[in-house]
């Protein structure tokens, strides 16, 4: 099978309901569907519909992960708040988080909000999205399973920890600088893995402290078995400065476990003492800065646009067609991609799969059907 496009409506409507079939309420699962697909709209494959089975609707069948969210505030003042989420769907956690932040900066100028035991919740630019919609700057973060080495290490001690900031721009997209602290991140490794492609040179590093080349499901075994670990923004060593990207993991692990009491490092690799699979316990932070509490939103995103226009129209490399500023491409992607989701031939077999077992053959057919 070849890589086909599914329409928006279909895998919007079919996502949706394979979430409820599995026990999520209607509300939050559009809300899990939204985010899921949004990766794939903005051409981020990685953290899109690619990951419905194995990263959500497992969880939930192991039991690891709780369907219905319990969104638990359990410390609240104007401008914060604390916020359990009980093992519940990362992306509702995430959802409400963001627009708890939002409302209270739009209160009192900031407001922010950190939570704890929650599970993988998608896009990290979907909810600075949230946050620039609203006319106010976006920051959230996450820990991960520990899959990356600290600089000189070989062994992974955190997650790839996405540090992503937000800010109102006057253009038809908004800033949005979304991406890992790691220089790839696991779900690019399974992604690569399934396609059939080798993984890039230097992103991964093995306990014998050399480079591990080739085949990206090899590597992504040797990750899962602790004799590899991908690599901080900057690579091995510090000869490129690895110690930055380091350093902004190490800030994103403090801040999402550090103000909620929340699990860290080894502690979040999916399996308990006992070596039995357990829920992720993850934790998020969000913040929302509201542009209005300044000079205003209108300057603000006036003012954003001049500076990224500006950046622009500098002085290109030779054979550059053109410079590029945070979110960008991900806009773009979306207004090439009206048609639908491009979906590859192992994520079309685990849509059938998953489309068998929960009995909606009759009710929802793919291209490849024909």
């Known amino acids: 099978m070849a890589q086909m496009t599914v329409d928006w409506r279909t895998i919007t409507d079919f996502v949706t309901e394979v979430f409820t079939r599995c026990g999520v309420p209607p509300e939050d699962a559009a809300i899990c569907a939204d985010n899921l697909l949004e990766a794939d709209r903005r051409g981020i494959e990685s953290h899109g519909v690619n990951r419905l089975k194995s990263i959500y609707l497992d969880r939930i069948k192991a039991g690891v992960q709780n ?136 992103t991964v590093i093995g306990d014998d402290g050399n480079p591990v080349t080739g085949d990206a499901g090899e590597a992504l075994r040797r990750i899962r078995g602790g004799a590899a670990a991908l690599t901080t923004l900057g690579g091995i060593g510090e000869d490129m400065a690895g110690y930055k990207g380091y350093g902004f993991a190490m800030f994103v692990e403090l801040m999402c476990a550090v103000l909620q009491d929340g699990y860290y490092g080894k502690a979040l690799s999916g399996v308990d003492e006992d070596g039995r699979r357990c829920a992720p316990r993850l934790g998020h932070f969000f913040i929302a800065i509201d542009t209005d509490h300044f000079l205003g939103e209108d300057l603000c995103r006036k003012k954003s646009g001049e500076i990224l226009r500006g950046v622009r129209a500098s002085r290109r490399m030779p054979g550059a067609a053109r410079i590029y500023t945070a979110g960008e491409k991900e806009y773009e992607a979306k207004m090439a991609r009206t048609d639908g989701v491009p979906v590859n031939d192992s994520v079309q077999a685990e849509l059938n799969a998953i489309r068998a077992e929960l009995d909606l053959a009759e009710k929802y057919r793919f291209p490849w059907d024909d």
């Open 67 to 202: 369907p219905v969210t319990r969104f638990e505030i359990i410390k609240d003042t104007p401008t914060t708040a604390v916020v359990d989420g009980h093992d519940g769907m990362g992306q509702v956690v995430g959802y409400r988080c963001m627009k708890l932040a939002i409302e209270k900066a739009k209160a009192y100028g900031m407001g922010m909000v950190v939570a704890r035991n929650s599970c993988h919740y998608g896009i990290a630019g979907y909810y600075t999205a949230m946050a620039t919609k609203a006319g106010c700057v976006g920051m959230t973060g996450t820990n991960a399973r520990p899959s990356v080495a600290p600089t000189w290490g070989v062994e992974g001690m955190f997650g790839t920890n996405p540090l992503t900031l937000g800010v109102p721009t006057d253009e038809p997209f908004d800033f949005n600088f979304d991406c890992a602290t790691s220089i790839t991140q696991n779900g690019k490794v399974e992604y690569y893995a399934r396609i059939g492609e080798d993984i890039r040179p230097g």
